[in-house]
């Protein structure tokens, strides 16, 4: 018979998938349940994914993958979609995508399956991953085909002896990994509403965070996290405890419009403290050791990279074109940033590197200044030829006043609010 490798979570969807799939496409179903971070019980995810009929379960622990090789890199890049969201769970679908393709290379399967929807981002990420990985491979998404309602979903389940949990099920759609955590659904649907508390897990609510604010030392190298307060960490070991840390001062709330890339808004809530906290850290670092033009171009080029994850595109040749240049732009990236966590905010207050083009005798004001105020005349003439050629040819006449209302919005016009 045939085989499939489904991406299992052990929930509802997957776990119906299983017997679905046996009976629509006569296939042996082996699962694949991939740790980034997601704190579960895989054993007990193991098992009832046999008990529910697949032939195989394997569990594959690939956090420190998802750390060095996704987390790390947009970290450096800068990625950041929408200047709200981290993309954490944007970043982890290219790699369980690579892992299900593993496995089907692996065991001899001629399909991989996934439990997305028709609706969102993530559809796109693994079957588009998947595709420029073997673009030979079947992929199969049960919940995008199959339309039914919970309730018709809750009801095959039965009828099939699918564990349903019996106790309350959250409201929300949730999604985590080691950079962030991801909130949808319920009354999060409604952007008027503000999200109530049982929407976070791993933050406090600011208004009950400590009322002595918390600082952290972050070393860099090359743009990676190496240390905490002096303390040399794994990056991973770093994540999980700036998590943590952030998390019990309330950062890395986000509450965010966004535009998905299947064309609609949605209204998404995210928590990812370590993720907020590092990227600020990394931003003040790269504000010492880049030059300006360096840091104006890096911008375009990490929201081209954010686009880019976000899109489902990891597995691109555009990619590897921008992760070379990021890479080559962390050259000199290394220094300590020091940042204050308070009351759900995350700032930096201190920041040092033996590459920063911060030179004290250039900045200072004091009597230790080396700047040569003298070169700023030949220099503003120079910087000012454009403009005053500009004036003498084609402004002549023109008034102060005049300029201003030519910039000004005609508001005399504008239509009354209704």
Not at 103 to 108: C, K, L, P, S, V
């Amino acid at each position: 018979m045939d085989k499939v490798v489904l991406a299992y979570s052990g929930g509802l969807d997957t776990s119906v998938a299983i017997k679905w799939i046996a009976e629509t496409y006569k296939m042996d179903v082996i699962c694949v349940t991939v740790d980034v971070g997601n704190e579960r019980d895989f054993t007990s995810i193991q098992e009832k994914a046999l008990r529910v009929g697949a032939i195989k379960a394997y569990v594959e622990d690939a956090r420190d993958t998802f750390v060095r090789y996704f987390c790390l890199p947009a970290l450096q890049a800068g990625a950041i979609y929408e200047e709200r969201y981290p993309l954490a769970t944007a970043l982890a679908r290219p790699l369980i995508a690579k892992i299900l393709v593993d496995y089907a290379h692996r065991e001899g399967a001629l399909a991989v399956a996934h439990g997305c929807t028709g609706k969102g981002n993530d559809q796109v990420r693994f079957d588009v991953s998947v595709q420029a990985l073997d673009p030979d491979l079947r992929i199969i998404a049960p919940v995008r085909e199959w339309a039914w309602s919970r309730d018709e979903e809750i009801e095959y389940a039965r009828q099939h002896d699918i564990p349903v949990p019996v106790t309350a099920e959250s409201p929300y759609s949730v999604d985590q990994n080691l950079w962030g955590r991801s909130v949808e659904a319920g009354v999060l649907e409604d952007p008027w509403v503000e999200p109530p508390e049982d929407a976070f897990a791993w933050t406090i609510n600011p208004r009950y965070a400590p009322d002595e604010p918390s600082e952290v030392e972050i070393d860099f190298e090359r743009g990676i996290p190496v240390a905490l307060d002096g303390e040399q960490l794994s990056p991973l070991e770093l994540i999980v405890r700036l998590n943590e840390l952030g998390g019990a001062h309330g950062v890395g709330r986000i509450d965010h419009i966004e535009n998905r890339l299947v064309g609609i808004k949605s209204r998404e809530v995210y928590e990812a403290p370590a993720a907020v906290i590092l990227h600020t850290a990394h931003q003040e670092l790269e504000k010492l050791t880049l030059t300006k033009e360096q840091m104006e171009f890096k911008a375009t080029v990490a929201r081209e990279m954010a686009n880019l994850i976000y899109n489902g595109r990891w597995f691109s040749a555009h990619h590897q074109d921008l992760a070379a240049y990021i890479a080559s732009t962390q050259r000199h990236v290394t220094g300590t940033v020091r940042v204050k966590l308070f009351k759900g905010t995350c700032r930096a207050v201190g920041r040092r590197s033996p590459k920063s083009l911060y030179q004290i005798a250039l900045a200072t004001y004091g009597k230790e200044d080396q700047f040569d105020q003298s070169a700023a005349v030949g220099f503003i003439q120079l910087w000012g030829l454009p403009l005053r050629t500009q004036a003498r040819v084609q402004l002549k006449g023109g008034t102060g006043d005049e300029m201003l209302r030519l910039a000004a919005p005609d508001i005399t016009s504008a239509e009354p609010h209704e």
